[in-house]
């Protein structure tokens, strides 16, 4: 049985379930915020991993104080930058698959680990050439393409769809802060006794710290963790949608690729892919070549747009959470209205972007700060569509959505180092902020046309009861109606 909410059909069994929903969501510090912050942190650390060869690529080509540098060029970097990328895009989907056999706390706890012991090996392949550092970056990719499927699994596990939002955006702006932390911090590092090999002797053990803390005190889900009350597993496990057998159940693929939904999630995946690592990988080198700013203000003005950024996306979701708890507006429509602000804003201020001089330096700062910030949108847009369409294979999708995506990270910084003969020359960076906002267009546009927030039939096998399918194949896209015992609102 079905009735219709904000114009879509809805089962009417889950309509039932929560009037605990209000009580439970505004009750007090749980494990799962505990399991949340430790992701966070984790983001934070792995995105140091992969962010600290953009920051420090500027002052390795550099003659500065105590520190070598190299005479490498703008093909040289490219590829440098690039690189993490080819390792990252092909370990996406044997990372879901091992998340989801063996568990994420492990995968992802040993991933970090490793990454941060190649965090240490940085200066020493930096000293035997370019090519070395390929290689060193290619293995840091490796390692890294856990993160995301790892961390969506875990997120399929732990998240309760009332606070999807708003937990699943708070664990990702740690890759925001993470970026922004690092960049504001490089520039001192450079400028200390450490010199640019200190970023990455930093990156190393702060990853080998983070990795030991969470291997104590994480957990795969509910029913494993620690000190969690059997309310608030109960609260987790009725409203994460995903099987608690999923672990053996197989992946359908065929089901997967042939859905339209899968199709305009993986779209809008790919523009903010294309975007943000664009952005990232050559905002240190615009700064410093066309807005001649020195490296230390080039270090800390990089880090304000990953700031805005992280702090942006804690302000949407709690909005998103609202607008769907409350009914406002369907959760199809809020994905698709955040992803929206989340592309075609940054969009907007690239195309404003190109035109800017080093005479107008403050400007351009601005249009930076404004172009990486709104991407916050996303965070309630695509970044959580997954575990909207299947929470059972939210890390599997996350693969390959996550692998596809980065082959667009690989392609963005090798048209950007052959568009760029001459760094300095303003023109030929309006060429590649033009092409980024072309691309930022069409991708949000096909994920508006055929993106979804509805489990699909195939999250499930299809042996289930028909009972059991109609509760967890629903369309989610509604406010949720609260039930009435005292026991539901306990927690």
């Known amino acids: 049985m079905v009735y219709l909410v904000n114009g879509e059909r809805t089962p009417l069994l889950l309509r039932v379930v ?58 040289e970097k490219s590829l440098i930058l690039s690189s993490f990328f080819w390792g990252y895009v092909v370990s996406q989907v044997p990372a879901g698959l091992l998340a989801k056999r063996f568990g994420a706390k492990i995968v992802l706890g040993t991933a970090t680990a490793v990454g941060g012991v190649l ?45 999807r939002g708003f937990l ?49 005190q994480a957990a795969n889900e509910p029913a494993t963790a620690r ?28 089901a ?5 939904a899968f199709y305009g999630l993986l779209a809008g995946h790919c ?39 992280g702090v942006l996306c804690l302000v949407v979701s709690p909005i998103s959470d609202v607008l769907t708890n409350r009914g406002f507006i369907s959760i199809t429509t809020a994905r698709k209205l955040f992803n929206s602000i989340g592309q075609w804003g940054p969009m907007a201020c690239l195309i404003g972007l ?23 949108g996303c965070s309630c847009g695509y970044l959580i569509n997954h575990i909207d369409l299947s929470p059972n294979f939210a890390g599997p999708m996350m693969g390959v959505t996550n692998g596809i995506a980065g082959v667009t990270s690989i392609v963005a910084p090798l048209v950007v180092g052959a568009i760029l003969t001459e760094e300095e020359d303003p023109n ?14 069409v991708c949000n546009t096909l994920f508006v046309i055929f993106g979804k927030a509805t489990v699909q039939f195939w999250n499930e096998p299809t042996s289930m009861s028909s009972t059991i399918a109609l509760r967890n194949n629903f369309e989610n896209d509604s406010q949720t109606i609260a039930p009435t015992t005292v026991k539901d609102n306990r927690f």
């Open 18 to 75: 929560p009037n605990h929903i209000k009580t439970l969501a505004s009750s007090g510090f749980g494990v799962r915020h505990w399991q949340a912050i430790l992701l966070f942190v984790g983001m934070m650390i792995n995105y140091f991993q992969r962010v600290d060869i953009s920051a420090a690529i500027v002052p390795m080509t550099q003659s500065t104080a105590g520190a070598p540098s190299y005479n490498w060029n703008v093909s």
């Open 119 to 163: 965090s240490f090996f940085h200066p020493m392949a930096a000293a035997s050439g370019w090519e070395s550092v390929c290689v060193l970056r290619i293995l840091t990719g490796l390692v890294q393409g856990t993160v995301y499927p790892c961390v969506h699994t875990l997120l399929a596990k732990w998240v309760p769809r009332t606070e």
């Open 168 to 216: 699943t955006t708070g664990i990702y702006s740690g890759a925001q802060f993470g970026t922004a932390l690092i960049l504001v911090t490089s520039g001192f590092i450079f400028e200390s006794s450490l010199g640019w090999p200190g970023l990455f002797h930093l990156s190393g053990g702060l990853s080998l710290a983070w990795a030991l803390l969470f291997f104590w």
């Open 227 to 254: 000190r969690i009350t059997k309310t608030e597993q109960e609260y987790i496990e009725s409203l994460t949608g995903s099987n608690s057998s999923s672990q053996s159940m197989p992946v359908p693929w065929i």
């Open 256 to 260: 997967i690729f042939k859905s339209p």
């Open 271 to 309: 523009g903010f892919a294309w975007g943000f690592y664009t952005l990232l990988t050559q905002m240190p080198t615009y700064m410093n070549k066309v807005l001649h700013l020195d490296v230390k203000s080039n270090a800390f003005l990089s880090s304000l747009p990953y700031l805005a950024m």
């Open 354 to 376: 190109g035109y800017m001089t080093a005479d107008q330096k403050t400007w351009a700062i601005l249009l930076l700060t404004l172009a990486v910030g709104t991407n916050a």
């Open 428 to 441: 030929q960076w309006r060429l590649v902020f033009f092409i980024t906002g072309a691309i930022y267009l």
